[in-house]
């Protein structure tokens, strides 16, 4: 089984890892990122799994995050496996891989985020 999740934008600068905003700047948008994807999960019926295999697939356009900003960024969403029980825990235990890979796209509304996590 495969949980596919799409955003329409890149995390949020504030937390990704070369931000340097005050916890509080980080507040809101965690908020956020974390309610779209309690949504989308739930919207899913997603079964339990034991240990996942996470996959980013960007659509950028302009200059692309660095893979571990884009890593960091999406730790808010990867908690959310966490918070609706599908996963235990987030360690490396049952997170055993996490990939990136990016797409060029033209015009900025192309532009989106894919999270796909699987079952080992």
């Known amino acids: 089984m495969t949980i596919r999740i799409e ?3 890149m995390p949020p600068k504030e937390l990704r890892g070369n931000s340097r905003a005050h916890w509080r700047a ?3 948008p965690k908020e956020n990122l974390q309610n779209t994807t309690l949504f989308e999960l739930r919207g899913q019926d997603c079964p339990s799994m034991g240990r996942i ?3 980013y697939i960007a659509y950028y356009c302009g200059k692309p995050i660095d893979r571990d900003n884009l890593i960091i960024g999406m730790k808010a969403a990867l908690d959310c496996f966490v918070i609706d029980g599908i996963i235990e825990d987030d360690n490396p235990n049952y997170v055993k891989s996490i990939e990136v890979e990016y797409h060029r796209v033209p015009h900025k509304k ?3 985020l894919i999270m796909e ?3 080992v």
């Open 7 to 9: 955003y329409s934008e």
């Open 26 to 28: 980080k507040l809101r």
């Open 53 to 55: 295999n996470v996959k």
């Open 110 to 112: 192309d532009v989106k």
């Open 117 to 119: 996590v699987s079952e």
